[in-house]
């Protein structure tokens, strides 16, 4: 199955109803028209609570992955132990801005038999036995956040949750989908950072006062200014907000998968290193024996020339007189 969670709201925002109808602006806004996401009524619009579940979004999405295997057994009829001797949830998944600056995710989600993509699934598992166990799972799972000033957060992904079942004709604009085509559809959404997204950075904040220099819209400078205050609180230094200010609260990889689900990054790095080795060895063979030299090294020597420890010297008070004051 193909599944998109989103982030709840945090106040209306412009945007373009999939109905055709206007924004509730009263303005039918173009596809990149730069006040698509924006707040309606920015000083109603609850910054806090979009930085703080960008910051949890991570975890929320760890305890839905858990959640989901324990709903997929109970539909079974199998416990969470036999459930591992029958069958195996696998998924893969990346994280993507939304116009507003809220993480949402997209995720390839299937269930393989006990020994992970190289085994069939058991027989009850059918498409419409996951799309309900995810739709179960995303309803159940929250994470209990911070309170802060007397208010106690609380994260769950928002009402909208798209499930799809990846064989079907409208999933590729009626074209056959094949894996490759599900692969360059998870693709596209991992080249759209923060920047792309929202307008916002690419890059870390040294000092909040970059913030009045940067050519950036002012909704992405409220986010990232909103995280970085937070993230002077104490009781928030965990989620390190303004090392990630830049991401809107978001410190999470951008691409996730579970162990079985396919080929390790390890054995990528493998590949990719073993061809390098290849192609080097090709060129060796190519070579000429002839040697074009660009230039010679020399050691010079460590520490300070004669020179520049005479200066470094004659710079450092005589002992004694580190506390006079100097003349003048």
């Not at 692969?183 to 920047?195: N, S």
């Not at 070579?287 to 200066?311: K, Q």
Request: glycine share 8%.
């Amino acid at each position: 199955m193909f599944a998109t969670f989103t982030a709840p709201s945090f106040g209306p925002v412009h945007n373009r109803p999939s109905s055709g109808r206007t924004c509730r602006c009263g303005v039918q806004h173009d596809q990149e028209d730069d006040v698509l996401g924006t707040p309606l009524d920015p000083d109603t619009y609850d910054y806090e609570a979009a930085v703080l579940w960008n910051a949890h979004a991570g975890a929320l999405w760890r305890r839905f992955s858990v959640y989901l295997r324990r709903e997929v057994a109970k539909r079974a009829g199998l416990s969470q132990r036999r459930f591992r001797d029958h069958a195996r949830v696998s998924f893969a998944k990346v994280a993507e801005y939304q116009k507003r600056g809220a993480v949402h995710f997209h995720a390839v989600i299937r269930i393989d038999g006990p020994g992970g993509g190289d085994t069939p699934p058991p027989p009850w598992a059918t498409a419409e036995l996951l799309t309900d166990a995810i739709r179960a799972a995303a309803r159940k799972v929250r994470v209990e956040g911070p309170t802060l000033d007397g208010r106690a957060h609380t994260f769950t992904f928002g009402r909208q949750l798209d499930v799809r079942t990846i064989r079907s004709a409208d999933f590729n604009d009626g074209q056959e989908l094949t894996e490759r085509a599900v692969a360059a559809y998870i693709a596209k959404y991992a080249t759209k950072g923060a920047e792309t997204a929202t307008g916002t950075l690419d890059r870390p904040l040294k000092f909040a006062a970059e913030l009045a220099q940067l050519d950036i819209s002012d909704h992405a400078r409220r986010l990232i200014r909103t995280a970085w205050t937070l993230g002077a609180r104490k009781d928030l230094e965990h989620l390190r907000l303004r090392a990630w200010a830049h991401m809107l609260g978001f410190r999470g990889h951008f691409s996730t998968k579970s162990r079985r689900y396919s080929t390790t990054l390890g054995a990528l790095r493998d590949a990719r290193a073993e061809w390098r080795r290849a192609q080097a060895t090709a060129a060796n063979d190519r070579a000429t024996d002839t040697t074009y030299v660009l230039a010679h090294w020399v050691f010079a020597g460590t520490g300070l020339s004669p020179t520049e420890a005479w200066l470094s010297a004659s710079l450092e008070p005589a002992p004694g007189t580190e506390g006079e004051p100097t003349n003048g």
